[in-house]
């Protein structure tokens, strides 16, 4: 697996490796008080959701998302 950090950037290469970089969506919610917001992600690959994720800021819910797609493309790889 790749380090622990810039996973949306190693989700992007990956897809790119594949040339299938147009397959992944993204859809992004808030909800909460100001002064305590609750970040939502979720991450689609073909329209089937791969990673939900959230957190205290987007940033953070979508690098969490990206995380889980891309443990799920490579399970995905392996199982084939």
């Excluded at 040339?19 to 969506?25: A, G, K």
């Excluded at 957190?55 to 819910?61: I, K, P, Q, R, Y």
């Amino acid at each position: 697996m790749p380090p622990a950090d810039h996973w949306r950037m190693q989700l992007n290469n990956y897809l790119q490796a594949s040339q299938q970089n147009d397959i992944l969506t993204w859809e992004q919610a808030c909800s909460g008080p100001a002064h305590a917001r609750v970040w939502t992600a979720i991450a689609y690959i073909r329209d089937i959701e791969y990673g939900r994720a959230t957190a205290s800021t987007a940033a953070a819910a979508k690098e969490e998302a990206a995380r889980q797609t891309l443990a799920a493309l490579y399970a995905e790889r392996i199982e084939h």
